[in-house]
């Protein structure tokens, strides 16, 4: 990139104002042209001074930031980074800020008051770049802001036909939403999602996928089996692995170290699914930065399964699917208009009674024939192995 990226930032508190610009002049390529206390005054220096990209504070005494963000999208659309509160009610407020436009969004550490911004420096410098360059790529439809929740019927537990790994980070939020409701409640495959998103964001996430899907959404706890027409949300912070067990394939969560620099991490998810499914696997790579999930989608690839990235001109953010792209881990280059589209016809045709009933009853008679199997192997070892000994 070779022009500077002129920021302006939006906030309501005079230490932000001062501290916001001061971590963004750590980088060269970044120029602070001014600074705006409500949304009224931003409005009217965004025609002054014609910035690349907005930050924008949510709660802001006369003009809030969701106002601003409409005013902002329906006079001359910018790309706008919101800065959040780490809270619920911050949470909540972030993703219909998403619904309405803005590209991506940081949270405010909780000692922010104090002075501290140092922990989001390097994100916020990073997506304040990547803001500026997604402007004039297609984006898609900013989600209804209001959503009316979609009535579900109670469905039986049924073991999936497929496992369907989905990775993605910038742009996510919407290109999430727009995907899984294009997916029927009687999906047959078993949805497990990695978003690239900050620890306490990511149950109100599951929760708005949930009002707006026919898909049961929800954020993932490990023992969480894998059922057909359920879709599992790795919580931020965490990373998320599958494991086969004999009453059921589950999510299993784990604290273990950043890979790739995030956690959760594509590729952590795409490596188990791939090892513990096989040719059975599915794994989808949407818009984002960086490289995270392209390693994981060549493992899933040789193991004999589908992988799906998707195209280029339809991403926010093309990074992510682009490495897998040219590295040549891709089966298939699907726009997102047509992702959601592709995964129920091709891996979640309607179940009809007879192979639920089939698929639950071998389901279960494999757990029998696995429990057994592992009493006798157990039993075996207890005979080899000292009283003493102790097992992990």
Avoid: W
């Avoid at 209804?144 to 049924?158: C, H, S, Y």
């Avoid at 990775?167 to 919407?174: L, R, Y």
């Amino acid at each position: 990139m070779s022009e500077r990226v002129r920021v302006l930032v939006v906030d309501d508190s005079a230490l932000m104002r001062k501290l916001i610009p001061n971590i963004l002049a750590r980088d060269p390529m970044i120029d602070v042209v001014g600074t705006a206390m409500d949304g009224a005054f931003a409005l009217k220096k965004i025609e002054e001074l014609r910035p690349d990209v907005v930050t924008l504070d949510l709660e802001m005494p006369r003009m809030d930031g969701m106002e601003t963000l409409r005013m902002i999208m329906r006079r001359a659309p910018l790309p706008v980074v919101m800065v959040s509160t780490h809270s619920k009610e911050g949470a909540y407020a972030t993703f219909k800020a998403l619904a309405l436009g803005a590209i991506d969004f940081v949270a405010k550490p909780k000692e922010a008051s104090s002075g501290h911004l140092d922990a989001i420096a390097t994100q916020l410098i990073e997506k304040i770049k990547v803001a500026k360059r997604a402007t004039g790529r297609s984006m898609p439809a900013p989600a209804i802001e209001t959503l009316q929740p979609v009535k579900k019927n109670a469905r039986a537990a049924v073991p999936p036909h497929r496992i369907i790994a989905i990775g993605v980070s910038t742009g996510g939020p919407n290109a999430l939403q727009f995907v899984l409701s294009q997916i029927p409640a009687e999906f047959a495959g078993s949805l497990l999602i990695v978003q690239h998103m900050p620890e306490g964001f990511t149950e109100m996430f599951a929760r708005r996928l949930d009002e707006c899907c026919a898909l049961e959404v929800q954020e993932a706890k490990s023992g969480d089996l894998l059922l057909a027409g359920r879709a599992l949300i790795c919580p931020g912070n965490r990373h998320m692995m599958v494991r086969r067990m004999p009453r059921g394939d589950i999510a299993v969560l784990s604290d273990a170290p950043h890979v790739n620099g995030h956690r959760p991490s594509v590729d952590v998810l795409f490596h188990s699914v791939s090892q513990e499914f096989g040719p059975t696997a599915v794994g989808v790579l949407m818009t984002g930065m960086g490289e995270d999930g392209a390693e994981g989608l060549g493992a899933i690839k040789a193991a004999g399964g589908v992988t799906i990235a998707q195209s280029e001109e339809s991403c926010v953010v093309p990074g992510m699917p682009r490495a897998a792209i040219v590295k040549g881990y891709a089966n298939r280059i699907i726009a997102l208009d047509a992702i959601g589209q592709h995964l129920a016809a091709q891996f979640g045709g309607a179940l009809d009674k007879s192979s639920e009933r089939s698929g639950v009853a071998g389901k279960f008679d494999r757990a029998e024939k696995n429990e057994r199997d592992e009493k006798l192997e157990k039993n075996e070892k207890n005979e080899r192995i000292p009283a003493s000994h102790n097992r992990s």
